[in-house]
């Protein structure tokens, strides 16, 4: 079955910097697209970014755009998001979404997620 | 960007009851849509995607129509489980792949 088990996330000052890990099993990560998606506080769904399949292409939200990176390792069946210049309101749960094709199209599998808390 | 905007913002039914849930689009996306299902505390579930197309494992009590703009999503007769916040979701136009607001299902 799939499984996507993140990591990384934790309390960091603004202006801090933090790196989740997302553990990928049950299918064949290198042939997916995957995503990252937020959850502030008692609000709804913010897509945040997607790496295609072999890591050649990369999309972000522009609230995230300069500031967070995506990457892969499809050796490692592993994504990462590496976050910078943190904010107040990048505090969130994320989580690490699997897409059902190659490209961009739906999340058909989503992490538990992983609490990012931005504070002084 | 593609604004979706879902209604109502909460639905109260009873047990057995029909729930329609609306998702809106300001500009045409065919049929690129998908609805999401998320019980608190839990991830997000897909349901359904490509307007009507039901994923993997979804009772058939879910069913999703809709094109161009307007898009709904039922559930035929409400289980207590069905409790949560469901989500819309397009793919047509990307980036950024946008979400509606959801819609909170309450079973009496």
């Known amino acids: 079955q799939v499984q996507l088990v993140e990591s990384g996330g934790g309390v960091v000052q603004p202006g801090g910097s933090l790196r989740l890990s997302c553990a990928a099993s049950?299918?064949?990560?290198?042939?997916?697209?995957m995503h990252w998606v937020r959850q502030a506080p008692g609000k709804g769904l913010e897509w945040v970014t997607f790496i295609w399949y072999d890591g050649s292409k990369k999309y972000y939200a522009d609230s995230v755009k300069g500031r967070f990176t995506i990457s892969r390792d499809n050796s490692k069946n592993t994504v990462y998001l590496q976050m910078n210049s943190l904010r107040l309101e990048d505090t969130a749960v994320y989580y690490c979404a699997k897409d059902r094709m190659r490209g961009g199209t739906y999340i058909d599998y989503w992490g538990q997620g992983t609490l990012v808390t931005v504070s002084s | 960007e593609i604004v979706l905007t879902q209604s109502p913002a909460t639905l109260s039914l009873s047990p057995g009851e029909r729930a329609t849930l609306s998702c809106r689009a300001s500009?045409?996306?065919?049929?690129?849509l998908a609805w999401y299902q998320q019980t608190p505390g839990q991830a997000p579930r897909l349901l359904i995607y490509?307007?009507?197309t039901r994923a993997t494992g979804i009772p058939a009590r879910f069913s999703g129509s809709g094109s161009g703009t307007d898009f709904t999503l039922t559930i035929s007769s409400l289980e207590p489980e069905d409790s949560a916040v469901y989500y819309c979701q397009q793919r047509y136009d990307w980036p950024p792949w946008t979400f509606g607001q959801g819609t909170k299902v309450e079973i009496k």
């Open positions: 049950g299918f064949i990560f290198s042939t997916y697209g």
């Open positions: 500009q045409s996306i065919s049929t690129y």
């Open positions: 490509d307007s009507s």
